[in-house]
């Protein structure tokens, strides 16, 4: 996890007040805890008095079963569940379904300094877009120096020394109908731990640079179509010199991979030389892997086809071997 | 120089021992061609190695020419003894 991602409540309560329709309880002034993590709580146990493991670094959701618990205690009761509760530092507190807050809650989170809202949104439907929230937010990040193209809908990430074409490459891929996401600087998150999605930086969007030419913005330049705001990333494409290929796998049978942020991805090394068409491979790729989602593999299918014809041949010959005619 | 050599894993030259084959004779600067059943196709091309479906118990015949020719079939021999380091 990035630790270095701060959302501080005033932050989530501003970006979030519409989508889980939020009004704050409390003093305005009383925001600026931070929210340390994505997961969430709902303290019923520890309203109740147990407080092993009692994760108050979360945000703290009240739903319908708390709220009825509190309102069954009596006033006394009720004000030491939650002096136990605030005791710990905790975020905030969100109450769901409009539920209003029980007599001395608000007066203690004051106390406390802990924010309190309240929801016009069920619980489930709350930790569901506010989980979806946190998660963007604590995502971790990666930023690469690279170039995302989307061709046929693969992500494809070209990647390679300063200087050997990938803006090119990704130029020519645009030219050919195909939609840049970013170029030179590429934001790589890892979204729910399995997909990897990536992004331009805000300022330069889908700014270029091509060699001799300058700087170019290839929305104005292609037009709209052109370009899109995110895609995942699929595949990664590593253009290298002629010269420091190293192995290169010849019949696709070995594929090797990347690792990004933890999660492996397809890696194709590609050299360039003169009058190789650097374009025409990556949509090629692209549509293979479509191919290959799809369950067919060309590799596998010409070994499986060559297989048999060996047998076929190796049982005519051992036939042969042993008939006296 | 030529060098006649027979097949022996159980699979034959499929694609992974095809690959062997291609990536040895491309380190070299010899031209080098294979032999089999009247099919003479370029030893450093996957898909004519793959072509000649060389099955367990045939035998091929490798002809190699100029740098480092000799060397060339001493390996390929090697890898051939090796059973492509099948069964």
């Known amino acids: 996890m990035d630790s270095s991602k701060q959302l501080s409540v005033r932050q989530f309560f501003e970006e979030e007040a519409g989508e889980l329709r939020l009004t704050l309880l409390s003093d305005p002034m009383e925001l600026g805890r931070e929210i340390p993590q994505k997961n969430l709580h709902r303290p019923g146990l520890a309203l109740a008095g147990y407080l092993e493991l009692f994760t108050h670094d979360r945000i703290q959701v009240l739903g319908n079963t ?30 769901t379904n409009s539920n209003e807050p029980v007599p001395p809650m608000m007066e203690l989170a004051a106390a406390a300094g802990v924010p309190v809202f309240q929801s016009e949104l069920s619980t489930t439907e709350l930790y569901h877009l506010l989980s979806d929230y946190l998660d963007d937010f604590f995502a971790p990040t990666e930023t690469r120096h690279a170039s995302l193209v989307d061709v046929y809908g693969t992500g494809l990430l070209l990647t390679g020394k300063s200087g050997i074409g990938k803006s090119e490459v990704a ?5 050919r109908g195909h939609r840049l996401v970013a170029d030179d600087v590429v934001i790589v998150t890892r979204k729910a731990d399995r997909i990897l999605m990536g992004q331009g930086n805000d300022l330069l969007q889908h700014m270029m640079e091509i060699r001799g030419l300058g700087i170019l913005d290839v ?20 253009l290298c010199l002629w010269e420091e290929r190293g192995s290169i796998d010849r019949t696709g049978l070995d594929q090797e991979t990347a690792t990004i942020l933890g999660l492996e991805l397809p890696l194709i090394r590609l050299p360039i030389f003169p009058g190789k068409n650097i374009t025409v491979i990556c949509e090629t790729l692209a549509l293979n892997h479509h191919l290959k989602v799809y369950g067919y593999d060309s590799s596998q299918e010409l070994n499986r086809r060559l297989l048999k014809t060996m047998e076929d041949r190796r049982r005519l010959r051992s036939y042969l071997r042993r008939d006296p005619e | ?42 030893g450093k091309s996957i898909l004519g190695v793959l072509m000649l479906a060389a099955e367990q118990g045939s035998t091929v015949l ?6 480092g020719a000799t060397d060339l079939l001493d390996e390929l021999e090697q890898l051939f003894q090796d059973r492509f380091y099948e069964s």
């Open chain 1, 66 to 95: 708390e709220i009825s618990y509190l309102r069954s205690l009596s006033a006394d009761q009720c004000r030491l569940a939650f002096e136990r509760v605030f005791g710990l530092e905790i975020p905030c507190l969100v109450i």
């Open chain 1, 171 to 175: 130029l020519d891929l645009v030219e």
């Open chain 1, 219 to 238: 929305r104005q330049i292609y037009g709209i179509h052109a370009v899109r705001m995110q895609k995942r990333v699929e595949m990664i494409v590593e």
């Open chain 2, 1 to 42: 120089m030529t060098r006649e050599l027979q097949v022996e894993n159980e699979l034959g030259i499929h694609a992974r021992p095809a690959q062997h084959i291609v990536k040895i004779a491309s380190r070299y600067k010899a031209d080098f061609f294979i032999v089999k059943d009247g099919h003479r196709i370029n």
């Open chain 2, 62 to 67: 490798l002809e190699a020419d100029g740098e």
